[in-house]
């Protein structure tokens, strides 16, 4: 059996097994639940690429059935469900019910009302961002309290960044060139992988830096709660950073007991009140960043010049096979720079 098939099939038996507890799960709250904690006996989790393909097996085995129903608030939510009804189906519907409501409370922190358009839990993303940078006091801020920014450096950007600032790295104690550092802040459950357009909507807005200054040293940087390991791989190999929280803000408009009754029955664990500091991206800041922006922006240099004409093009949430192509092409071209792959 290869490694793929072993984790598929850890997978299945998994999510049946959560299903026969639960009854009825929202998808993230099935990821967080199968690829967010330890298993005793295995060197690694679950990874949600592999729940993605057990699923679509158990689909396919009739072994279980999404079903799409409103919630209280009209939301229509796809709940996952066994297909196996027999003696539990009051219960089934009692649990489905139960798990739209939370997510419908979830969604709308996170996707916005009409008392709050932009959402929640994406501002307190950005704001947990932005006093983490301001408490490293590593950068010169670009505007004040490192707040959002079109413009960069005299280039209008195709799109704001959430946050940008300049790094003077030091070599024996000497000050070298600033580094331009632009954010992006991706507060959302989902986990980033080399293919997520939103890696790509700061990746692109960096390219229309670097095509600007050629010469000087530019640094994208994604801040999200999680990412798989092959986005690391991907960042060192391309010369951009990627910082992940593994912590979600929720922000302060709603109570304690509101977040607590979301993140125990979806089992969003990292989801907490408040509005941070992100101590993960201090500490990045005022350790390995600090230490190794010169080089990576050189790194990046290479990458927006060699392969920066793919990302615009992969910055878009549209799935098709266009854009498998053009990530085939991308991986293709930097393996045939002499990148070792692996993402």
């Not at 909507?201 to 050629?214: C, D, F, G, N």
Request: hydrophobic share 40%.
């Amino acid at each position: 059996m290869s490694e793929q098939s072993e984790y598929v099939d850890r997978a299945r038996t998994l999510i049946m097994d959560t299903l026969n507890q639960e009854l009825a799960v929202v998808r993230l709250e099935l990821e967080a639940r199968v690829s967010e904690h330890f298993y005793v006996g295995h060197a690694s989790n679950i990874d949600p690429h592999h729940v993605t393909t057990a699923l679509r097996e158990l689909k396919s085995d009739n072994l279980i059935q999404r079903v799409t129903a409103p919630s209280r608030g009209g939301h229509q939510i796809e709940t996952i469900q066994p297909a196996n009804r027999m003696n539990r189906s009051t219960a089934i519907d009692r649990a489905a019910a139960r798990k739209r409501a939370l997510y419908a409370k979830y969604t709308g922190w996170a996707q916005g009302t009409v008392r709050h358009p932009q959402g929640l839990i994406g501002p307190a993303g950005e704001r947990a961002v932005r006093s983490a940078i301001l408490a490293a006091s590593a950068l010169q801020p670009l505007a004040p309290g490192f707040g959002e920014v079109s413009t960069v450096l005299g280039v209008q950007l195709s799109g704001p960044v959430d946050s940008a600032g300049f790094l003077v790295p030091q070599i024996a104690g000497i000050p070298q060139a600033p580094v331009t550092a632009i954010f992006e802040v991706k507060n959302i459950r989902g986990w980033i992988y080399p293919q997520s357009p939103e890696l790509f909507q700061v990746l692109s807005k960096a390219v229309e830096l670097q095509t600007a200054h050629p010469n000087l040293p530019i640094v994208p940087i994604l801040v999200c709660r999680r990412a798989h390991e092959t986005t690391f791989w991907m960042a060192k190999q391309l010369g951009f950073i990627v910082i992940a929280m593994e912590r979600q803000y929720a922000g302060t408009a709603m109570t304690d007991e509101e977040v607590i009754d979301v993140r125990n029955g979806l089992d969003f664990n990292d989801l907490h009140r408040g509005t941070g500091p992100s101590l993960r991206v201090q500490e990045r800041l005022q350790g390995p960043i600090s230490q190794n922006c010169a080089e990576i922006a050189e790194t990046w240099r290479g990458t927006s010049t060699g392969l920066g004409h793919y990302f615009a093009a992969l910055k878009g949430k549209q799935r098709s096979p266009q854009r498998a192509h053009l990530m085939h092409q991308l991986r293709a071209a930097s393996t045939k720079r002499g990148d070792r792959g692996g993402w």
